[in-house]
């Protein structure tokens, strides 16, 4: 039983009136949808469209009395009319996107959403960075929960700065605890019996010769740029890019090398060939090229094996059918950006994951590594990476793996350029 579950059983037993508005990332609204036919046998209805169709959906259901409501966390900029509605219940989904005061999602829903009688917020990580991240969730909850003026008072008082960091003094610390454990429920895999077990696996490869020296030049070009500024830069940031992009085989919009592509057609032939497997990566071209290689290769094809994909291009319901195909099993492999299927996708008929390309961070990683992680099951997960060597393909896994951020993507390519000699 999961955090939804969780939440809509206690919104049950709360015996909430109408109307419940859910806010969640549009990768869970498929979810979230399962999870209420099941507990209620309806759906929410999804505000979601341009402006005018939002607006008409919300008013004409408003009308009707319909209990459920969702939508996606940026949707208030399109409809910022759900603030005028006395809704009886809002839940927060992923809620660290309330954590910076600064946005103008956090904003909204903190200032707008103070006389609902009940507010949920749900996250698995909700202190990803560090426990500041505490304040403005807890507050959208309730503003008297913790005794401070706001967010920077908060800041000021309960925490030493150590450059960039914050820690939390400990005498606030016991009071944090004490308010998280009066008010909140916390699902520990243990709790749940979640019992699946990971297990990693390196592929390396080898960079052709005739790439090594673009690959060398936009290299230069990142650890120049980065170690100049102390920061990241948009400089820095597009040799990264393209350093990330050349380890897929790209040379700028075009696939020049199947490196990656071939080793994964291999093991789906012959290690994988019975398993579901879900192929995680960075960019769109990254899946459609390997879509194509997949689906035309005449050994995969005379042993059933084809994939389906969904990336951030294709719309709502396409992407939703497509993951009931996977999840069905009318198709073996499934595609996809890791930030699609990272929050609220219940994908626990697959056994295997496959990171053809690194994601944009490590949060992103372990909540789509979780994807295929369910309840009562002691199957093991196998986790492998399709890695090219000495590239900031290797670096990126290594930060992504210790969970230690950006910066040491930056120093893990300065340590291995200092030992091969450069």
């Avoid at 800041?155 to 605890?177: M, T, V």
């Avoid at 990241?232 to 085989?249: D, E, Q, V």
């Avoid at 996708?345 to 990683?365: C, F, M, V, W």
Wanted: hydrophobic residues 35%; aromatic residues 10%; glycine residues 4%.
């Amino acid at each position: 039983m999961g955090k939804c579950l969780v939440s809509i059983r206690r919104i049950r037993r709360w015996k909430a009136n109408v109307p419940i508005l859910i806010v969640t990332p549009y990768s869970a609204f498929d979810g979230w949808q399962c999870e209420l036919l099941e507990e209620f046998e309806t759906e929410a209805i999804e505000l979601i469209g341009t402006r005018k169709k939002r607006l008409q959906i919300l008013t004409e259901n408003i009308e009707k009395q319909s209990k459920w409501f969702m939508i996606n966390i940026e949707g208030f900029r399109a409809l910022p009319e759900i603030a005028d509605i006395h809704w009886a219940c809002i839940l927060a989904d992923e809620s660290r996107f309330l954590a910076n005061p600064k946005t103008e999602q956090s904003k909204f829903y903190t200032n707008n959403f103070r006389n609902v009688p009940y507010r949920i917020i749900l996250s698995g990580t909700p202190d990803y960075h560090h426990s500041l991240d505490y304040y403005q969730q807890l507050k959208f909850l309730s503003r008297d929960l913790l005794p401070y003026k706001n967010y920077w008072d908060f800041r000021n008082k309960a925490f030493h700065q150590a450059g960039y960091d914050f820690i939390l003094k400990k005498s606030h610390q016991e009071l944090l605890q004490k308010v998280l454990s009066k008010y909140c429920v916390f699902l520990r895999r243990k709790d749940i019996n979640i019992g699946r077990k990971k297990i990693y696996i390196k592929r390396v490869l080898t960079l052709p010769r005739k790439f090594r020296p673009v690959y060398k030049t936009l290299e230069d070009e990142y650890v120049l740029e980065y170690k100049n500024t102390s920061d990241k830069t948009i400089y820095a940031m597009n040799a990264y890019t393209w350093m990330m992009r050349l380890c897929s085989g790209f040379v700028k919009d075009k696939q020049e090398w199947l490196g990656k592509t071939n080793e994964i057609i291999y093991l789906l032939k012959n290690e994988l060939l019975d398993e579901q497997i879900v192929i995680g990566c960075r960019f769109k071209n990254d899946i459609n090229q390997l879509l194509i290689n997949i689906n035309n290769n005449l050994d995969l094809q005379k042993k059933g094996i084809d994939a389906t994909y969904v990336h951030g291009d294709i719309t709502q319901k396409k992407r939703r059918q497509h993951i009931i195909d996977f999840k069905t099993g009318k198709h073996k492999v499934l595609i996809t950006q890791h930030s699609i299927i990272a929050h609220g996708q219940d994908l626990k008929n697959a056994t295997t994951i496959i990171h053809y390309s690194q994601p944009i961070g490590e949060e992103i990683r372990d909540q789509f590594d979780d994807r295929i992680i369910t309840l009562s099951d002691e199957k093991t997960v196998l986790i492998i990476d399709i890695l090219v060597k000495d590239t900031v393909d290797i670096d990126t896994r290594k930060a992504h793996i210790h969970h230690t951020g950006m910066r040491d993507i930056f120093e893990n390519t300065i340590k291995r350029r200092q030992k091969n000699g450069i």
